[in-house]
């Protein structure tokens, strides 16, 4: 028998997602750990959602924004020079995220600050799901989201 270790928490959406902007207001407290996953798929075996994640971390360890692959627990874009983006989050008060997928290519800003900036190998689709990570303090607050899909048109998207 292992450890009996804190659960983490999803809300998921109820289906796939591939070409979006999301936005979404999150408030969390220094000792909370939470993340927005974007193009994810459920594993009802192990019960979790798994793909990519953008972090969102207020203790300073890593930086909120950047883009996790939870498949390979490796972060996908490099959190080099971003100090900008890691200061642009704001612990336990109402920070404004901003995602979009677009073809092979993802984006994120924290509070209108470029975070994420990376080209997927392919298009993907996938759910949304909104995590809490287990821990002593886990308070997560979510308002005002807003998903709006893009759909490709002849010369380039719609849907902005």
Known sequence: MGRNLPRNSFLASPRDYADFILEVEVKIEVGGNS????RSHLDTANDRVFGYQIE???SGRAWSGGLYDEGRRDWLDSNEGKEEARAAFRPGEWNQYRIECRGDHIRSWVNGVPCADFHDQVDASGRLAFQVHGGQKADVWWRNLRIR??????????GR
């Open 56 to 58: 969102i971390d207020p």
């Open 35 to 38: 993340g927005i996953q974007i």
């Open 149 to 158: 899909e893009s759909v490709p048109r002849a010369g380039g998207y719609g």
